[in-house]
């Protein structure tokens, strides 16, 4: 045991020297401990912190790279502050959300609705897909305000969020979403998607009332072709 | 509602005229022997119009099986490696006799594209999930290469999108088919009784990091859409050179591209596994971890919910008496129980997998390996990858898609995706 | 509620209610009481009914709503309808409606149909399948019909089916499919009601089909047919019973190899026994029904079946076959060498050295040795090195260069580098070198031996690049350098 502490802090070491071209076997005993501290909650939050530790600090983005990937594995309440600093940051938003799209704490999810605000395109369309994968409901709201956004790309997100999230705020937030052209057909697409989430828990009528607004002539064949498979469906359910 | 009219372009046209046209609508049009076909080719307005996406080593070969075909109009190809692209466009102008071939390197502008019916897709790993699913939104059909997801979540999503838009997605294993005859014919045709166990034989390994040093990229590869929806990392050779090496010397080799072998070649053997024992249409419920043991090395075993056990490089010695068969990589172990036999599935229409996949595009039927069966394998070497990256058993819940009560490995489930793209 | 109970209920209240008339102290509360159950009674019933009636009103939305579809212009919304066809609308009567639009739908509607009957497997659209096949001529409705009856038939469209077989090619293969899918225990006896008014070419056809159906209650009929005058159905009735025969029906084959024409028939004909035998679990008593059958042959029969014995191997068969070696009379000699030369493992690798040695005979020494070069390579327990060091000590006994081209070409089945590195130097002779380059690349095919060599099979591919003139070894070199797949042409069945 003294042998792998040793040899822990060797990796810890050469962790905050890494970069691209390094030797990664050199960061084998971090692996070894991630699986080792499996059921050993003290060890696995003493790890924890020193993999915090080594993102605070000025190491390269590679280093911080790995602590994410690792933190997406092990990490906790704990790593989310750190984590949410790097929201905003245009070279490590992502690996931030590696991390934070797999804490399952509230915090996490907190951290990600909180950067809604203060991220705008790209990084913007990241934070959005995160809250969806999540499922996270409690940002619904926030989520649905930016369907109205003038970059496409964040409309089609947050319509892509709403969608993956699937309740019924979420479905009336679609409904009465009024987004650009280039952001229509990935909201119909969501709605479907709400659709079918309300068939699946049984919830004929909300569906079908979906699939109806959705079968008109108005509306693209594919959408109509959804609407009508989606219609046939309900029809098929016993009630 | 009037299911009467259609929104797409060659389809008003051909209900409009009643002919064949496949360019711009002027007059006058001379109509050529090719628009009309023959008797090996049929007329233009019957054939599927295709076009591909990820055109290297494997993408390639579908090419030429596509390209082949006489109901078949290859029109399109999409690459990020201007190589790849360039040779892909001159083996279809060469086909076609013409300069006509659209060469792409976003595959959107390809899918955007109404007159394509299809596509095949044949990029790494990571983008497959993301592309099928907007082929079906874009109202297209689409022949997936294996391994046809990279993570757990993306499978539900894929069949989700397929369905939802009533579009053919095929997985793309022949070897499903094609290489396990040996024992499909026993296991279906009753002779080896109920089957009892499977072992897939020693394969791998599992993908790995990749850390390879940074190097110049070159000009004719661009680098953000290789990488897409993946980390981003700096460019080198090793990274997104190669196809099927797994010792470090290809995309293969690393986790934020592919599943390594475990997945690769795991897609073709546990495909012919669960094909040969019928257990296409089903998810294992867990993936029970065996550690090593002495001279027994550790081993993975997936059960099934009929009971079937499905084992992972299970040692020899551990191996049971009675009726089996050695297919080499794969053994079968039966009751010896004769049962009626049943006939198994095959492909339809002509043509191997490839065939199959267009048959089913004119016919809308479910293709030999719907895109669901393609998922079901996947699920069982993702839950196989978890099993050996814990190192420890996990349960599986095929109805929820989760790990119940395990959230260490649910959060293997899914990974979040590099800023501008999304999997919904 | 289930109405009957429901009126239960209904009966019990209304005894309660009597009981509490004839009890004046309670009669008003009671009443109350009594009242209000009624009522909740009848409101179960009339919900249950509503139910019903709505379940019903469903099920009628749906059928027209999918008879819309299938009857529309537009392929991608029948294919929606078409897939309620297939899973949805449970009913018979569901069945019926959908099977009944048959005559009225286009023909592409109607292959559309006719393939969802069938997936739905419900025999109620049976009847609409029998009169459109009456009525149509078109080749591709009528190939649809006939895929549909797989699922949808029953013992009496037997010989529709087999009458297609002699129909196009399409209605022929759909025939085929739809024969060997049919469930019911008559499609068998159906089958051979026909079988004898059929040509040879039907009847080949339909004893494939028999045996593909596992029908082991028709193998005294297919044993009848090796004995056929027309090699056709001989041929067919021995493959057949190679699928499915066991050590019972042995007895009964051994008519059938003597019957076969000496060449290709004879050889599928021994290989036919040899199946039936291995289907015995029991391994050291796989040659018995053979050896019994030989007993009464005459010597000419017994020669030829000591061949096939040969086949089967195992100790009893070796030594029957080496009394047979060791007889006086040439011709037995001669043909219990030809036995032992067609065993079916390398166990017998001793006795050919042996024996080659001691060969004088050109011809038996060349018999001998072609037998070394086939078992050598055999899969079997056997660790690689075995198979290649004995492959390489059969090289050494060729004088002849075809004989040494075949050690190249089986070296192949031995997947190991030290089989390339066997193989390298022949490429350089030009008599062994295109023969040698298709052992290496065959070698090259298997990923799991080629990627962890990559470096030795990269130098070897060159090798070959520069010196093959086959196009197909070429091809393949090309392709594995650069990691591609290559696939193999597909042989049929009957090839």
Not at chain 3, 71 to 99: C, I, L, P, Y
Request: net charge neutral.
């Amino acid at each position: 045991m003294a042998d792998d502490a040793a040899k822990l802090d060797s990796a810890c070491e050469a962790l905050k020297a890494y970069n691209w071209g390094a030797d990664k076997n050199a960061l084998q005993p971090i692996e070894d401990a991630i699986v080792s501290t499996s059921s050993d909650a003290a060890a696995r939050a003493a790890l924890e912190a020193r993999l915090i530790a080594v993102l605070e600090s000025d190491v390269s983005r590679d280093a911080k790279d790995y602590v994410c990937r690792a933190l997406a594995v092990i990490g906790s309440t704990a790593s989310v502050p750190s984590l949410a600093t790097l929201l905003t940051k245009e070279e490590l938003s992502h690996m931030a959300r590696f991390a934070l799209e797999r804490i399952p704490s509230v915090q996490a999810a907190d951290a990600l609705r909180a950067a809604l605000a203060t991220v705008s395109g790209d990084l913007k369309v990241g934070v959005l897909s995160s809250l969806g994968n999540r499922g996270d409901a409690a940002s619904v709201t926030q989520i649905a305000a930016a369907l109205g956004d003038a970059d496409s790309k964040v409309a089609a997100a947050a319509a892509a969020a709403l969608g993956s999230i699937r309740t019924p705020e979420a479905a009336k937030a679609l409904a009465a979403a009024k987004p650009i052209a280039a952001a229509m057909s990935i909201v119909m697409d969501s709605r479907l998607a709400c659709a079918e989430a309300f068939l699946a828990q049984g919830k004929m009528e909300d569906a079908r009332a979906i699939y109806m607004l959705l079968v008109g002539e108005s509306n693209p064949k594919l959408i109509r072709l959804a609407a009508t498979r989606g219609i046939q469906t309900c029809l098929e359910q016993k009630r | 509602m009037n299911h009467g009219t259609s929104s797409t372009r060659r389809e008003f046209l051909k209900t409009a005229t009643g002919a064949a046209v496949t360019g711009v609508f002027a007059a006058p049009y001379i109509i050529t022997s090719k628009a009309l076909g023959d008797d090996t080719t049929p007329p233009a307005s019957d054939r599927i119009v295709m076009g591909g996406i990820g055109i290297g080593n494997q993408g390639g070969g579908d090419q030429g099986a596509f390209l082949g075909r006489g109901d078949v109009q290859y029109v399109a190809v999409c690459d990020v490696r201007k190589k790849w692209r360039d040779g892909a466009k001159d083996r279809v102008n060469g086909r076609n006799k013409n300069s006509d071939c659209a060469a792409y390197n976003d595959f959107r502008e390809l899918l955007a594209r109404d007159d394509i019916d299809a596509v095949h897709i044949g990029t790494p790993d990571h983008w497959h999930a993301i592309m099928v699913i907007e082929a079906c939104r874009a109202g297209k059909d689409a022949y997936c290469q294996k391994p046809e997801t990279l993570t757990l979540r993306e499978g539900p999503l894929m069949i989700a999108a397929a369905r939802r838009y009533s579009r053919i997605v095929s997985g793309g294993s022949q070897r499903v088919r094609e290489d396990f005859n040996n024992l499909v014919g026993p296991c279906w045709n009753g002779e080896l009784g109920a089957i009892k166990s499977v072992n897939v034989r020693d394969f791998g390994p599992l993908s790995q990091l990749c850390n390879l040093p940074a190097q110049e990229t070159p000009a004719d590869i661009d680098w953000e859409m290789w990488l897409g929806p993946a980390p981003w990392q700096p460019y080198n050779s090793g990274r997104c050179d190669g196809n099927f090496g797994t010792g470090g010397n290809s995309w293969r080799s690393y986790v934020d591209y592919s599943g390594g072998s475990l997945t690769d070649w795991g897609a073709h053997l546990f495909g012919g596994a669960t094909f040969a024992s019928d257990v296409c249409e089903l998810q294992p419920t867990a993936a029970v971890f065996h550690k090593a043991d002495g001279q027994l090395g550790a081993y993975v075993t997936l059960t099934y919910p009929n009971g079937l056990e499905i084992h992972h490089r299970r040692p020899d010695q551990l191996k049971p008496e009675g009726p089996q068969i050695d297919g080499g990589k794969i053994q079968i172990h039966g009751d010896g129980v004769k049962r009626d036999p049943k006939p198994a599935p095959g492909y339809k229409g002509g043509g191997g997998i490839h065939g199959d996949f267009i048959h089913c595009v004119k016919t809308r039927e479910k293709p030999f390996r719907d895109i669901e069966l393609g998922v079901n394998t996947m699920v069982a070497l993702h839950l196989l990858t978890i099993a050996y990256r814990l190192q420890r058993t996990v349960k599986w819940d095929a109805a929820t898609q989760q790990f119940p009560g395990d959230e260490e490995a649910g959060r293997m489930v899914d990974r979040a995706r590099r800023q501008p793209w999304f999997l919904s | 509620m289930p109405r009957t109970e429901a009126l239960e209920s209904v009966a019990l209240v209304t005894k309660v209610l009597a009981v509490v008339k004839r009890n004046s102290q309670y009669r008003l509360n009671c009443h109350r009481i009594v009242i209000a159950l009624v009522a909740i009674v009848l409101a179960i019933m009339l919900l249950d009914w509503r139910l019903a009636v709505a379940d019903d009103n469903q099920q009628d939305e749906l059928i027209k709503m999918v008879a819309d579809l299938i009857s529309g212009e537009d392929k991608d919304f029948r294919a929606v309808g078409f897939e309620s066809v297939r899973s949805g609308a449970k009913s018979a009567e569901a069945t019926r409606h959908f099977a009944a639009l048959l005559p009225k739908l286009s023909p592409e509607s109607q292959i559309g149909l006719l393939s969802a009957l069938a997936d739905r497997g419900d025999r109620e659209a049976r009847p609409a399948l029998i009169t459109l096949i009456s009525m149509t001529q078109n080749e591709a409705i009528r190939e649809a019909i006939l895929r549909a009856f797989g699922t949808l038939g029953e013992a009496a469209d037997v010989p529709v089916l087999v009458k297609s077989l002699s129909a196009s090619q399409r209605e022929r293969a759909a025939s085929h499919i739809s024969l060997k899918q049919l469930q019911g225990t008559e499609i068998a006896n159906a089958i051979l009601a026909v079988l004898p008014t059929c040509s040879a070419e039907l009847q080949s056809d339909l004893l494939e089909i028999l045996a593909d159906r596992r029908e082991t209650t028709t193998m005294p009929v297919m044993i009848q047919a090796a004995v056929n005058k027309d090699a056709i159905v001989r041929t067919a009735a021995m493959r057949a019973l190679s699928k499915i025969a066991g050590p019972e029906q042995v007895a009964g084959m051994v008519c059938g190899v003597l019957r076969a024409e000496t060449g290709r028939e004879r050889d599928e004909a021994e290989r036919a026994i040899v199946s039936a035998c291995l289907r015995n679990p029991d391994v050291t008593a796989r040659a018995a029904p053979l050896i019994q059958a030989m007993q009464g042959l005459a010597a000419a029969d017994a020669a030829v079946i000591v061949g096939t014995l040969g086949r089967v191997g195992g100790p009893d068969s070796l030594q029957i076959v080496e009394t047979w070696i060791k007889d006086s009379d040439a011709g037995k000699q001669q043909s219990g060498l030809r036995a032992l030369c067609n065993w079916p493992n390398a166990s017998i690798v001793p006795r050919l050295l042996e024996l080659f040695q001691q060969a004088d005979l050109p011809a038996t020494r060349a018999m001998l040795l072609a037998a070394l070069i086939r078992v050598a390579p055999l899969p079997d327990e056997r660790p690689n090195q075995e198979r290649l060091a004995l492959l390489e000590k059969t090289l050494l006994l060729c004088q002849e260069n075809d004989d040494r081209n075949r050690v190249i070409e089986r070296a192949r089945a031995i997947r190991t580098i030290e089989t390339l590195r066997f193989l390298l130097p022949f490429v350089e002779n030009p008599v062994t070198s295109e023969k040698a380059c298709g052992s290496i690349v065959e070698l090259a095919h298997h990923r799991d031996l080629r990627e962890p060599n990559k470096l030795e099979f990269d130098k070897a591919l060159d090798i070959v690049l520069a010196t093959s003139k086959n196009a197909e070894s070429l091809e393949r070199a090309k392709r594995y350098k650069i990691g591609q797949t290559w696939e193999r042409p597909k042989v049929t069945s009957k090839q």
